[in-house]
Each structure stands twice: as structure tokens, then as C-alpha cells.
């Protein structure tokens, strides 16, 4: 991890109130795995905008190791991604990085890899890292809440064997949440490792999910947090152990989790 | 080579950027963004005799030219720390300064008493000014109370065989009266300030920022009210006082100095920019060169009336 100051390559408009932001980068691109983050220094453009105070983390989205460039993904919701959404390309930005611990790759029969509205952020380079290692077939579903959301599908299809579609007003696939046509695949009684990505509640019902099949799942938490680097003791979420329930930090020791260690 | 060097409580520093508790760990971490070498001291996260789990989440939240926080002290305790902490600051070049909290008179002298054993330790902070914990029977925080602070000061003193720093916090009708207090009761040196208690509250769900509901403001938003205080403190009493308080670049850490500090310490501004403490530093010496300063003490409380 470190930090640097990084080229932007494009910042582009993709949907409605999404990013994709590139960045060029060696040192990231080389480093960087699926479910690690960046802590992002969001710079003020003007003198009437009201720059965030702290950085802001975001999910490494693509890792281009032959262009030295990774990309993020993120969605306008207040005034630092709003800021980020005003940088162009050639400006440069402060980037922390790559920040905790990522997914975990191994070879399973099927990866059912569950995503909850910008949740699809980190999830995008996990499907590209599973595709590559060739570890197994892959099941994609997108829930979001409406038609805005779902972003990147044409490349996705590329890449999963698989992809379920869900919104909130059913602007696009089916009108539901995406726990519900992931249970029904995971009735089916698969050897399969789960990865999932989104709300809060969401991932609340993928580990019961994972649990009532048994199937062992990863989620990629979320916490405000200040230092990114696991100093401040900022981001806790308490985690079972050996030695009782302790707080450990979503920055540092995740922010990929196992879901039966999460207590909720 | 300049000189940097600064005394305090009979240690010589050797220049006075310090890292304050609970902004750097033990230095572990931000040693990969900077030379700790560099430091004039590490000042670890604070400790407690017993193991403390901190407050529930969300424990942070960003606010205009600040932050607020509300970690509640968390730490794994003074064994843990001497048996996992230790071993990493022996191997420092950097001196170590270890801050100790208690809920009680007994709590931080059992504490001093297990950390006068460990040499590398070249002094004690006591944090009796830590707005997110309970602290023991007393409303409010001991540094509030003047009695409360002479009581605690006191009890350390005596059991201590490292020099004591009491941080104090700015909570209070009039600070000068607490930093007598410190000097009293026997204090080597003053850190000051602590966090202002403050809260937030998001307007869409109508819930406070914190889960603690309130915490501590810190940044540069309360700079001009910690030099203020120090001015008033280094016109009250003759201990040595190390400034803290929303020192985001070397001139901040001039301003201190300035207003009477014999060192300062840098918090919040590690979590925006990790490499802070050895860029002010940097600053600060290209300041002492350019004004020909051979000692910190022809720049100290020197401020033209
Ligand atoms: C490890 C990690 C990875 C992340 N990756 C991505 C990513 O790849 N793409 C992406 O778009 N976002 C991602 N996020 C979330 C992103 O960091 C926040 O959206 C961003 O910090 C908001 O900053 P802001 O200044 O725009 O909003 P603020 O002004 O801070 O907040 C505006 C409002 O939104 C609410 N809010 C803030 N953060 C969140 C949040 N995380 N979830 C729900 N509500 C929130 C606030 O409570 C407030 O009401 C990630 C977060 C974490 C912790
Ligand atoms: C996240 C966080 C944790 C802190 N933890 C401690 C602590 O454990 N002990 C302590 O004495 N002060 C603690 N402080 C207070 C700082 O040491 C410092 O006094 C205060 O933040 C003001 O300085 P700053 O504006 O440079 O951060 C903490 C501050 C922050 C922001
Ligand atoms: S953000 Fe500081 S510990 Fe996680």
C-alpha cells in the first residue's frame, strides 16, 4: 500500500449518477486484487463546493495489468462522490492503495456471486479473476433498484455463465429482491462458494442464506472509516472468535469477511 | 544540520513533531508511508489496565474542516501491550511515549506501576480527557474537574518512575485553572487539547452520526481554539506544554510553537495524508534554517505583542 498521486485517464458518465473512473497506475495495477480498496483524497473544485473533509474508499472495479490502470465504479450520493464525478481526465488525484484484504479464489463447481446495487463495484474484477483462473462456473446476480443500476451487463455476459436480473420496481428483470432467485438456485444443492456485495440488509440474508445451505460465503462489508489503514479503530464490526466476540476492523481485517464469523 | 532538539520533563527530543495518541497506533502501520526514525516521539494509542472493546459502530464522521469520533478507548490492555506493542518500539529509534487511561485512581496506577518496568518508555501521557468513556464516578471527564485532575496527577506521580504528561481537555470554563492544577500535582509537561465533544446528526434518517451519539471534534476546525488555549496555559504555568488540536501542515505547527508549545503533536492529519508528520517536519526545519533559529526556545511563546 501506498500512497500516490494518480493520473486520471477518464471519468465518465455511465448511467445515471454512475462513474466509471480510470486511473493510470503501475504500482495499482500490479497490486491490486478483486475486493480490495482505495481511499481516495477528493479534491474541491470550487470555492463554493464543500469538500469532503476525509478520504473516501472505493472498491477496486477493473484491473488492467498490461494498460498500468485500474478503473472504479462508483455512484453520485453526496458532496465527495460528487466532486469525484467533477475531476477530468488529466487532473490528478490522491490515492491510497490497494487498501485490505480481498476476495479469497478457489476452485469450486460454481461461484454464485450475488450483487446489491453499486455492491457490483468490487464484484466486477472478481468475476473477471475467477474467469481467468478458469476456478469454476459462474453465476451472476444483479439485484438493483431500478433499470439505472445495472450497469455493464453486455461485458458480464462475456464473462458469467450465468446472469439473473432483479429491481426494486421492476424496470428491468424480475420485480423482487436478488436473494430470492438466488435461493432458488441454491436449493439445488450445489457444491458452490458464494461472494456477494451490496446493502446491508442484503448481505444480512445472503449469511443466512449460506448458512441454511452450508455453503461458505464471503461478503464485502461497509463502514465510515477515516484512516483506511486500520489506525484510527474507526470501522469496527464485531467478528465470533476462538476467544469470544471482538470488534476487528472492516478497513483492515476485511473488508471481505467470512459470513458465518459476522455477527449481526 | 539544524537544530530541532527540544527538552521536556529532563528528555531531549530530538525535534518536536510528535504523533498524537490514537491518530497513529504505535507507529507500525504508517512506517510503511514515512521513517519513524524521523519522529521526535510516538505517542501510542492510549492503554487501560484491562482490555477495553470501545464503542459500538458508526464510531466516525466527517464534518466541516474536521471529524468527529466516538471509539471509546478501544485497546487491548497494559499486558497485552508490553507482551505485542513492546517489542516493536525496542526496535525504534524513535522515542516512545505511552498514554495510560483509567476509571479510577487505582486503574492508572496499577497500569504505571506494570509500565515503569518497561525501559524504552521515555514518558507517560495521562489521558484524563477522553470524551467517548466513562470516567469513573465523576459527571463529566476528570480534566473537568480540577480536583478530580490533581487527584489523578498526584496518584501517578507518586507510583511513576517516568516523567508524567497530563493531556487535558478543552471542555472547560477556564483551562488555565486545570493546567495549574496538573502543574501542582506534580505534572512534568502539559498535552493539550483533547477533542471538543460535539455530535452530528443525518437529516434523512434522523439518526446521530455516532453511534455513541456524541464524540470528539478534531481537525483543523479546532486550531484556533487549541493555540488560544495554549497562549493562555504557556502564560499560567512554567511546565513545558506540547500543542495539539488541527496542526495540518508546518505552519500550523510554527503557530504553535509560537504561542508557547515546547513540542506539538499531529493527529487527524495522518488519516487525510499519511506522510504529514515527516512533511511538517520538513517544513518546520526549512523554517528554522531560513530564520537562522539555533533553538527551539528563540521561537517559543515568542509571539510580537
Ligand atoms: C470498502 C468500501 C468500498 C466502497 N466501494 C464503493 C464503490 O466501489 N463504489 C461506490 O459507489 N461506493 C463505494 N463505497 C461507498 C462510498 O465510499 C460512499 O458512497 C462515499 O464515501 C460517499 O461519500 P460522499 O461524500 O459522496 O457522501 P456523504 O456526504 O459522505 O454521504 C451522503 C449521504 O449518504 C450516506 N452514505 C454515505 N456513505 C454511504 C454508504 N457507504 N452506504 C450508504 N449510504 C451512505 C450518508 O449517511 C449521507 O446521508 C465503498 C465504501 C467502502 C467502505
Ligand atoms: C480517531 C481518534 C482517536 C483518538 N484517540 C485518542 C486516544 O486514544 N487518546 C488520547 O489521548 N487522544 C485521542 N485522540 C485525540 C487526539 O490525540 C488529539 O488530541 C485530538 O484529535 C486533537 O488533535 P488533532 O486535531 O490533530 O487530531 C483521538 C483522536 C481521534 C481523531
Ligand atoms: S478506517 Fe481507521 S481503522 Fe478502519
Avoid at chain 1, 133 to 145: D, P, R, S
Amino acid at each position: 500500500m501506498k500512497k500516490q498521486i494518480c493520473k486520471i485517464i477518464s471519468n465518465k458518465k455511465i448511467s445515471k449518477d454512475i462513474f466509471l473512473l480510470e486511473l493510470e497506475n503501475k504500482y495499482l495495477a500490479e497490486k491490486s486484487k478483486a475486493g480490495q480498496f482505495v481511499h481516495v483524497l477528493v479534491p474541491a473544485q470550487n470555492a463554493e463546493d464543500k469538500a469532503p473533509f476525509l478520504r473516501r474508499p472505493f472498491g477496486v472495479n477493473l484491473v488492467d495489468k498490461k494498460k498500468n490502470k485500474i478503473s472504479l465504479l462508483y455512484k453520485v450520493i453526496g458532496s465527495g462522490t460528487k466532486l469525484l464525478s467533477q475531476t477530468q481526465k488529466g487532473d490528478a488525484l490522491d490515492v491510497m492503495g490497494p487498501l485490505g484484504n480481498g476476495f479469497e479464489i478457489k476452485k469450486a463447481k460454481e461461484h454464485i456471486i450475488i450483487s446489491g446495487g453499486m455492491g457490483i463495484a468490487p464484484l466486477m474484477q472478481l468475476v473477471k479473476e475467477i474467469k481467468e483462473k478458469k476456478a469454476g462456473k459462474i453465476h451472476l446476480y444483479l439485484g438493483a433498484k431500478d433499470k439505472n443500476e445495472i450497469v455493464f451487463v453486455s461485458y458480464l455476459k462475456k464473462l458469467a455463465d450465468e446472469i439473473v436480473i432483479t429491481t426494486d420496481d421492476g424496470s428491468i428483470g424480475e420485480k423482487c429482491l436478488i436473494t430470492m432467485p438466488a435461493e432458488k438456485l441454491l436449493k439445488q444443492n450445489l457444491s458452490a462458494k458464494i461472494y456477494a456485495c451490496g446493502p446491508y440488509p442484503m448481505l444480512k440474508c445472503v449469511a443466512g442464506l449460506a448458512k441454511k445451505y452450508k455453503i461458505q460465503a464471503q461478503l464485502s462489508l461497509e463502514e465510515k472509516m477515516a484512516c483506511g489503514v486500520g489506525v484510527c479503530l474507526g470501522c469496527p464490526i464485531k467478528i465470533k472468535t476462538k476467544q469470544g466476540d471482538i470488534y476487528k476492523m472492516v478497513c483492515k481485517d476485511g473488508p471481505v469477511f467470512n459470513a458465518e464469523d459476522i455477527i449481526w | 544540520m539544524v537544530n530541532l532538539s527540544t527538552k521536556i520533563a529532563g528528555i531531549k527530543f530530538a525535534n518536536p513533531i510528535f504523533t498524537a495518541s490514537g491518530c497513529f497506533g504505535h507507529g507500525k502501520t504508517y512506517g510503511k508511508f514515512i521513517n519513524l526514525d524521523k519522529l521526535g516521539a510516538v505517542v501510542c494509542k492510549t492503554i487501560t489496565l484491562d482490555a477495553r472493546q470501545g464503542n459500538k459502530p458508526p464510531r466516525i464522521a466527517d464534518t466541516s474542516g474536521g471529524m468527529l469520533n466516538s471509539i471509546g478507548l478501544e485497546n487491548g490492555g497494559v499486558d497485552n501491550f508490553i507482551k505485542t506493542v513492546v517489542p516493536f518500539l525496542k526496535k525504534q529509534k524513535t522515542k516512545a511515549i505511552v498514554s495510560v487511561a483509567g476509571n479510577s485512581e487505582r486503574e492508572f496506577t496499577e497500569a504505571v506501576k506494570k509500565l515503569n518496568k518497561v525501559k524504552i518508555i521515555s514518558a507517560l501521557e495521562i489521558n484524563i480527557s477522553c470524551p467517548n468513556v466513562v470516567h469513573g464516578k465523576v459527571k463529566g471527564l476528570f480534566s473537568q474537574c480540577e480536583n478530580e485532575t490533581a487527584k489523578i496527577i498526584k496518584a501517578v506521580k507518586k507510583v511513576s518512575k517516568k516523567p508524567i504528561i497530563a493531556k487535558i481537555s478543552p471542555n472547560v470554563t477556564d483551562i488555565t485553572i486545570i493546567a495549574k492544577a496538573c502543574e501542582k500535582a506534580g505534572a512534568d509537561a502539559i498535552c493539550m487539547i483533547n477533542t471538543f465533544q460535539a455530535m452530528g446528526v443525518d437529516i434523512r434518517t434522523r439518526k446521530p452520526l455516532l453511534g455513541n451519539i456524541m464524540g470528539g471534534l478534531s481537525g483543523p476546525a479546532i486550531k484556533p481554539i487549541a493555540l488560544k488555549m495554549v497562549w493562555e496555559v504557556y502564560n499560567t504555568v512554567k511546565i513545558p506544554i506540547i500543542g495539539v488540536g488541527g496542526i495540518m501542515d508546518w505552519e500550523d505547527a510554527i503557530e504553535f510553537i509560537l504561542c508557547g508549545a515546547s513540542a506539538v503533536q499531529i493527529g487527524t492529519a495522518n488519516f487525510v495524508n499519511p506522510t504529514a508528520c515527516t512533511d511538517i517536519l520538513k517544513g518546520v526545519e526549512k523554517y528554522f534554517k531560513e530564520n537562522k533559529i539555533k533553538n527551539i526556545n528563540e521561537l517559543k511563546g515568542k509571539i510580537k505583542l
